[in-house]
T-cell receptor, first 112, second 113 residues
Protein backbone atom coordinates (compact mmCIF):
# COMPACT_ATOMS: atom_id res chain seq x y z
CA UNK A 1 0.00 0.00 0.00
CA UNK A 2 1.92 3.05 -1.28
CA UNK A 3 -0.39 5.79 0.09
CA UNK A 4 0.31 9.08 -1.73
CA UNK A 5 2.97 8.97 -4.45
CA UNK A 6 4.51 12.08 -5.99
CA UNK A 7 6.71 12.37 -9.05
CA UNK A 8 9.30 13.65 -9.62
CA UNK A 9 11.11 13.86 -6.28
CA UNK A 10 13.52 16.57 -7.46
CA UNK A 11 13.42 19.06 -10.33
CA UNK A 12 15.41 22.07 -11.46
CA UNK A 13 13.74 24.45 -13.89
CA UNK A 14 14.84 27.58 -15.64
CA UNK A 15 12.70 30.70 -15.29
CA UNK A 16 9.85 30.57 -17.78
CA UNK A 17 9.86 26.80 -18.25
CA UNK A 18 6.74 24.77 -17.54
CA UNK A 19 6.27 21.47 -15.78
CA UNK A 20 3.63 19.25 -14.22
CA UNK A 21 3.91 17.63 -10.81
CA UNK A 22 2.10 14.33 -10.60
CA UNK A 23 0.30 12.86 -7.60
CA UNK A 24 -1.55 9.58 -7.17
CA UNK A 25 -3.21 8.01 -4.13
CA UNK A 26 -4.34 4.45 -3.63
CA UNK A 27 -6.50 4.94 -0.52
CA UNK A 28 -9.73 5.61 -2.46
CA UNK A 29 -9.96 9.08 -0.93
CA UNK A 30 -12.33 11.61 -2.43
CA UNK A 31 -10.35 14.76 -1.59
CA UNK A 32 -6.88 15.71 -2.74
CA UNK A 33 -4.67 18.75 -2.06
CA UNK A 34 -1.51 20.52 -3.14
CA UNK A 35 0.58 22.39 -0.54
CA UNK A 36 3.88 24.19 -0.73
CA UNK A 37 6.34 24.44 2.14
CA UNK A 38 8.78 27.32 2.51
CA UNK A 39 11.18 28.03 5.39
CA UNK A 40 9.44 29.86 8.23
CA UNK A 41 6.05 29.67 6.50
CA UNK A 42 4.78 26.21 7.36
CA UNK A 43 2.66 24.56 4.68
CA UNK A 44 0.28 26.64 2.59
CA UNK A 45 -2.58 25.31 0.50
CA UNK A 46 -2.30 25.97 -3.24
CA UNK A 47 -5.33 24.15 -4.67
CA UNK A 48 -7.60 21.35 -3.61
CA UNK A 49 -10.16 19.02 -5.07
CA UNK A 50 -12.97 18.07 -2.70
CA UNK A 51 -14.16 15.35 -5.06
CA UNK A 52 -13.56 14.09 -8.58
CA UNK A 53 -14.56 16.78 -11.07
CA UNK A 54 -14.14 19.75 -8.72
CA UNK A 55 -11.19 21.99 -7.94
CA UNK A 56 -10.87 25.11 -5.80
CA UNK A 57 -8.24 27.69 -4.99
CA UNK A 58 -6.43 27.67 -1.70
CA UNK A 59 -4.35 30.35 -0.03
CA UNK A 60 -1.62 30.74 -2.69
CA UNK A 61 -3.00 29.72 -6.14
CA UNK A 62 -1.34 32.35 -8.36
CA UNK A 63 0.98 30.87 -10.98
CA UNK A 64 -0.47 27.36 -10.72
CA UNK A 65 -3.13 25.26 -12.35
CA UNK A 66 -4.47 21.85 -11.37
CA UNK A 67 -6.24 18.93 -12.96
CA UNK A 68 -8.15 16.19 -11.17
CA UNK A 69 -7.60 13.51 -13.77
CA UNK A 70 -9.64 10.85 -11.97
CA UNK A 71 -10.30 9.83 -8.39
CA UNK A 72 -6.69 8.67 -7.90
CA UNK A 73 -4.72 11.41 -9.63
CA UNK A 74 -4.32 15.15 -9.06
CA UNK A 75 -1.68 17.11 -10.96
CA UNK A 76 -0.20 20.57 -10.40
CA UNK A 77 1.09 22.59 -13.35
CA UNK A 78 3.45 25.53 -13.42
CA UNK A 79 2.94 27.24 -16.77
CA UNK A 80 5.85 29.70 -16.53
CA UNK A 81 8.07 28.97 -13.57
CA UNK A 82 9.44 31.83 -11.47
CA UNK A 83 12.18 31.81 -8.80
CA UNK A 84 9.47 32.56 -6.19
CA UNK A 85 8.06 29.10 -6.91
CA UNK A 86 11.19 27.44 -5.57
CA UNK A 87 9.75 25.32 -2.79
CA UNK A 88 8.92 21.83 -1.58
CA UNK A 89 5.55 20.72 -2.91
CA UNK A 90 3.38 18.19 -1.09
CA UNK A 91 0.34 16.37 -2.32
CA UNK A 92 -2.16 15.04 0.21
CA UNK A 93 -5.44 13.17 0.30
CA UNK A 94 -8.23 12.84 2.82
CA UNK A 95 -11.64 11.31 3.35
CA UNK A 96 -14.67 12.35 5.37
CA UNK A 97 -14.66 10.58 8.70
CA UNK A 98 -10.92 9.99 8.68
CA UNK A 99 -8.53 12.02 10.77
CA UNK A 100 -6.59 14.68 8.94
CA UNK A 101 -4.78 14.27 5.65
CA UNK A 102 -2.14 11.86 4.37
CA UNK A 103 0.86 13.40 2.67
CA UNK A 104 3.25 12.28 -0.01
CA UNK A 105 7.03 12.53 0.30
CA UNK A 106 7.27 15.83 -1.54
CA UNK A 107 8.82 17.28 -4.70
CA UNK A 108 11.77 19.62 -4.25
CA UNK A 109 11.59 22.21 -7.00
CA UNK A 110 14.27 24.79 -7.72
CA UNK A 111 13.68 27.53 -10.28
CA UNK A 112 16.85 29.30 -11.43
CA UNK B 1 -1.50 37.80 11.44
CA UNK B 2 -1.43 34.12 10.54
CA UNK B 3 -4.47 32.16 11.60
CA UNK B 4 -2.25 29.65 13.39
CA UNK B 5 0.91 30.87 15.13
CA UNK B 6 3.69 28.59 16.32
CA UNK B 7 7.07 29.33 17.84
CA UNK B 8 9.59 27.95 15.33
CA UNK B 9 12.21 27.27 18.02
CA UNK B 10 14.56 25.52 17.59
CA UNK B 11 14.03 23.58 20.77
CA UNK B 12 16.78 21.33 22.16
CA UNK B 13 16.19 19.04 25.13
CA UNK B 14 18.00 16.10 26.77
CA UNK B 15 16.69 12.58 26.37
CA UNK B 16 13.97 11.80 28.90
CA UNK B 17 12.75 15.40 29.20
CA UNK B 18 9.12 16.44 28.95
CA UNK B 19 8.59 18.55 25.84
CA UNK B 20 5.86 21.14 25.50
CA UNK B 21 4.98 22.47 22.05
CA UNK B 22 2.42 25.21 21.65
CA UNK B 23 0.32 27.04 19.09
CA UNK B 24 -2.31 29.75 19.16
CA UNK B 25 -5.14 30.08 16.69
CA UNK B 26 -7.47 32.91 15.79
CA UNK B 27 -10.41 31.30 13.96
CA UNK B 28 -12.84 29.87 16.50
CA UNK B 29 -15.14 28.52 13.79
CA UNK B 30 -12.75 25.66 13.02
CA UNK B 31 -12.79 23.01 15.74
CA UNK B 32 -10.55 20.23 14.43
CA UNK B 33 -6.93 20.39 15.55
CA UNK B 34 -4.01 18.23 14.52
CA UNK B 35 -0.34 17.73 15.21
CA UNK B 36 1.90 16.49 12.43
CA UNK B 37 5.47 15.26 12.74
CA UNK B 38 7.87 15.79 9.86
CA UNK B 39 11.27 14.18 9.68
CA UNK B 40 13.95 15.83 7.59
CA UNK B 41 13.22 15.59 3.85
CA UNK B 42 10.03 13.61 4.46
CA UNK B 43 6.34 14.40 4.22
CA UNK B 44 4.31 15.33 7.33
CA UNK B 45 2.68 12.42 9.13
CA UNK B 46 -0.34 12.76 11.38
CA UNK B 47 0.55 12.34 15.03
CA UNK B 48 -2.49 13.43 17.02
CA UNK B 49 -6.00 14.59 16.22
CA UNK B 50 -8.52 16.28 18.52
CA UNK B 51 -11.94 17.79 18.09
CA UNK B 52 -13.08 20.90 19.99
CA UNK B 53 -11.51 21.14 23.44
CA UNK B 54 -9.98 18.82 26.01
CA UNK B 55 -7.14 16.30 26.11
CA UNK B 56 -6.25 13.27 24.05
CA UNK B 57 -3.51 10.85 24.99
CA UNK B 58 -1.64 8.35 22.84
CA UNK B 59 1.31 6.65 24.47
CA UNK B 60 3.93 9.28 25.30
CA UNK B 61 2.01 12.01 23.48
CA UNK B 62 -0.79 14.20 24.83
CA UNK B 63 -2.65 16.79 22.77
CA UNK B 64 -4.54 19.54 24.53
CA UNK B 65 -6.92 22.22 23.24
CA UNK B 66 -7.98 25.20 25.35
CA UNK B 67 -10.74 26.98 23.46
CA UNK B 68 -11.06 29.78 26.00
CA UNK B 69 -7.51 30.93 25.31
CA UNK B 70 -7.32 29.56 21.73
CA UNK B 71 -4.28 27.52 22.65
CA UNK B 72 -3.15 24.14 21.26
CA UNK B 73 -0.47 22.09 23.02
CA UNK B 74 1.42 18.87 22.44
CA UNK B 75 3.28 17.23 25.31
CA UNK B 76 5.88 14.54 24.78
CA UNK B 77 6.87 12.52 27.84
CA UNK B 78 10.16 10.65 28.17
CA UNK B 79 11.42 12.21 24.95
CA UNK B 80 13.70 10.10 22.75
CA UNK B 81 16.29 11.01 20.10
CA UNK B 82 13.88 9.48 17.57
CA UNK B 83 11.44 12.29 18.45
CA UNK B 84 13.80 14.79 16.82
CA UNK B 85 11.75 16.31 14.01
CA UNK B 86 9.70 19.33 13.05
CA UNK B 87 6.28 19.42 14.72
CA UNK B 88 3.46 21.22 12.93
CA UNK B 89 0.15 22.18 14.46
CA UNK B 90 -2.84 22.54 12.14
CA UNK B 91 -6.47 23.49 12.20
CA UNK B 92 -9.17 22.55 9.73
CA UNK B 93 -12.84 23.04 9.08
CA UNK B 94 -13.87 19.37 9.19
CA UNK B 95 -16.83 18.27 7.18
CA UNK B 96 -15.71 17.32 3.68
CA UNK B 97 -12.56 19.42 4.08
CA UNK B 98 -10.57 17.20 6.42
CA UNK B 99 -7.41 17.92 4.47
CA UNK B 100 -7.96 21.64 3.97
CA UNK B 101 -5.58 22.69 6.70
CA UNK B 102 -4.10 25.87 8.11
CA UNK B 103 -0.66 25.14 9.51
CA UNK B 104 1.57 26.84 12.01
CA UNK B 105 5.16 27.53 11.02
CA UNK B 106 6.46 24.36 12.67
CA UNK B 107 8.78 23.88 15.67
CA UNK B 108 12.13 22.16 15.16
CA UNK B 109 12.81 19.78 18.06
CA UNK B 110 16.11 18.08 18.81
CA UNK B 111 16.38 15.48 21.58
CA UNK B 112 20.00 14.78 22.36
CA UNK B 113 21.22 11.59 24.09
Amino acid sequence: NAGVTQTPKFQVLKTGQSMTLQCAQDMNHNSMYWYRQDPGMGLRLIYYSASEGTTDKGEVPNGYNVSRLNKREFSLRLESAAPSQTSVYFCASSEVGESGAFFGQGTRLTVV
Amino acid sequence: QKEVEQDPGPLSVPEGAIVSLNCTYSNSAFQYFMWYRQYSRKGPELLMYTYSSGNKEDGRFTAQVDKSSKYISLFIRDSQPSDSATYLCAQNAGGTSYGKLTFGQGTILTVHP
